[in-house]
């Protein structure tokens, strides 16, 4: 199609005409340079994404027009964003994100900015109580923007307010789909969940040249904010996927856990998948020796409904398992201690999850159900410098706000003060151990040499006396006498748990009907 | 396919409880790492034959480095 050349046209045909330079993004070069780097062009990610033909783009028109001196529309560089209404199985959503194609998915602004900080996809999601889902692609600010509007933009005139707000309202996605820096990257982790692709994505605070030139260092963008550094160390991002394709998929499974906005419940999804099942393999998979680790996923797969279980961040703090999963069809969340990273002791990084893990949920009305097999927080000098103590007792402040029902179900270990950020000791709060269950302030072990230093130092086989003295601990740390002053609610057979755990969650829906909407959150997080 | 399969703990190995050339199946126990006074089995992650076992017991190993791999079952 060539420039509209006749100065007099009906409208529908310019506006035919702009739709089709919009849709030819930055044009056929950069398009094919983006294509070579292996990505998919902003609007091939909305279809790749959204239900067939069930995007309602807004703003298609918006960039910048060139004319010739008649006042003739020569063409249209888009602005470097596109997004719109769309659906995901049936359910409306904002989604949008920078077309990297165009200034390399620079900030824009018009009279109203489309994305970005403030940008009209986030008034959608926010008015309109629906799930946004940012595509971030884009290097944010650009120094050249001064030279074009004369003067410099103060930082925080286009913020994070809307970004904010929308965390404590409705499920927001973000997937950093190319390089993000500075304001995309910001926006990155304002999320719920936030997913970036294997090897061919990066974020950061700023890239390689601001630091070669900040710091001096040669780095490479991937091992700056790739996906070993972002998800794997740092906890930057929550998860990667080998491919676009992956990371479509698995946002489409997040938001099937997860209610349109605060005052809805999560949609419930029956499976064909008996309530009453009981998993033999259950009755026996904690070792009786205690020495031994056993695999906790296992665990997970056998109690709640088959094929139910996504699990969040399997690569960061490993010794803390998050999973959403469903039970008897009602949406969950599971956090799980994973004996077989350091014996599930608590980490920094593990609180960390298991804090933004409960937040979420309780956010979302997503009741929550601990698998305790927990030694205490992690120890060691290593831990003592991560802040293990400061972020595991965040865990244990965040868990005692939260307001959603929670029942924890004791498999083995649960000790100290790791132990109290995973139970729920007042009102719907439901503790359950298994027969392998034990716990007390600290573990024996550890305990006696402390306790009866001079009784053991003083005897004459001093590690006869400690051992003599951990056995007869031991025998008051059975399930059953705390369960006989109701310290306990039950001790339960493991093959009863997915039945037992189903009747309490289905009676909790109730209350959690009355209690819609967003959750206060008062005082200051430790 | 090879496939390597990775100690999650820094550790000592306490136990080898695979030959090379074994059949084994997604999830068997193939090592078991001795970490913070338990015993933390490593898994096979994916079902096929062991083509080389990489440690020996009381050998320290540190976490994500391969132990075994395993030809993968096509």
């Given amino acids: 199609m060539n420039a509209l050349t006749d100065s007099i046209v009906p409208g529908i045909e310019e506006l035919e005409f702009r739709r089709e330079l ?42 910048t027009g060139s004319y010739d001196d008649q006042g003739r529309l020569q063409g249209v560089t888009p602005a470097p964003y596109v997004m719109g209404l769309a659906e995901i199985d049936g359910r409306p959503v904002a989604i949008g994100g920078e077309d990297y194609t165009v200034r390399g998915g620079a900030s824009w602004s018009g009279d109203r900015k489309k994305g970005g900080q403030g940008g009209f996809v986030e008034d959608l999601a926010l008015n309109y109580k629906i799930p946004l889902i940012n595509l971030c692609d884009g290097v944010g600010g650009s120094v050249t923007s001064a030279e074009r509007r004369g003067h410099t933009v103060f930082p925080g005139v286009h913020g994070f307010e809307t970004a904010t707000a929308l965390l404590g309202q ?16 910001g926006r990155a982790i304002l999320a719920h969940w936030s997913l970036m692709v294997k090897g061919n994505s990066q974020v950061f605070a700023a890239g390689p040249p601001v630091v070669k030139r900040s710091l001096g260092q040669d780095i ?15 906890g930057t991002i929550h998860d990667a996927f080998p491919s676009e394709d992956a990371c479509f998929e698995q946002i489409r499974r997040f938001l099937s856990y997860m209610p349109q906005n605060v005052w809805e419940l999560p949609p419930r999804k029956l499976a064909n998948d008996p309530v009453g099942r009981r998993e033999e393999a259950l009755a026996n998979i904690v070792p009786q020796d205690r020495r031994k680790a056993y695999n906790m996923r296992k665990v997970i797969g ?77 120890v060691g000098r290593d831990a003592e410098a ?6 595991g007792m965040r865990s244990v402040f965040v868990s005692l ?57 003083a005897a004459d086989d001093p590690k006869a006396k400690e051992a003599e003295i951990e056995a007869k601990l031991r025998r008051f740390g059975s399930p059953f006498r705390t369960a ?43 | 396919m090879s496939v390597d399969v990775k100690s ?41 034959v062991i083509a080389a076992i990489l440690v020996q017991e009381g050998q320290p190993v540190e976490e994500g480095q391969v132990v075994v791999t395993i030809d993968e079952d096509k």
């Fill in chain 1, 22 to 63: 919009a849709s030819r993004l930055g044009g056929e070069a950069a398009v094919a340079r983006h294509h070579e780097a292996g990505k998919l062009t902003i609007r091939e990610r909305i279809q790749g994404l959204c239900d067939g033909g069930s995007f309602q783009e807004v703003g298609a028109l918006t960039g």
């Fill in chain 1, 170 to 185: 409705v499920p927001v996605v973000c997937a950093v789909m190319g390089t993000a820096a500075g304001g995309p990257a």
């Fill in chain 1, 220 to 234: 490479h963008k991937e091992d700056l904010g790739g996906s070993k550094v972002a998800v794997d160390v740092a």
């Fill in chain 1, 302 to 378: 056998m109690i709640f409904d088959k094929e139910s279980v996504f699990e969040m961040q399997p690569t960061y703090g490993k010794g803390v398992i998050t999973s959403l999963a469903r039970l008897d069809g009602f949406v969950v969340g599971i956090i799980a201690n994973n004996p077989m990273f350091y014996g599930g002791a608590i980490d920094a990084a593990g609180a960390r999850k298991q804090t933004h893990f409960i937040e979420m949920c309780d956010t979302f009305h997503i009741p929550l159900i601990f698998l305790v097999d927990v030694p205490g927080f992690m």
């Fill in chain 1, 386 to 391: 991560q802040g293990t103590l400061r972020d």
């Fill in chain 1, 401 to 457: 706000q939260a307001t959603v029902p929670m029942a924890t179900v004791v498999v083995r270990k649960c000790y100290g003060m790791a132990g109290m950020a995973a139970t729920d000791k007042m009102g719907i709060g439901l503790k359950l151990a298994w027969p392998t269950a034990e716990w007390g302030s600290l573990p024996v072990e550890g305990g006696v040499a402390a306790a009866f230093r001079r009784e053991i130092e």
């Fill in chain 1, 484 to 526: 006989e002053a109701f310290g306990v609610e039950d001790v339960i057979d493991p093959r009863e748990t997915r039945g037992y755990l189903a009747r309490f969650i289905k009676a909790a829906q109730s209350s959690m009907r009355i209690n819609l909407g967003p959750k206060l959150k008062m005082g200051v997080r430790p």
């Fill in chain 2, 8 to 48: 999650e703990v820094v550790g000592s190995v306490w136990k080898v409880q695979c030959e090379i050339g074994q059949r084994v199946s997604e999830g068997d126990e193939l090592i078991v790492i001795e970490s913070m006074k338990m015993e933390i089995p490593v898994e096979a992650e994916a079902s096929g």
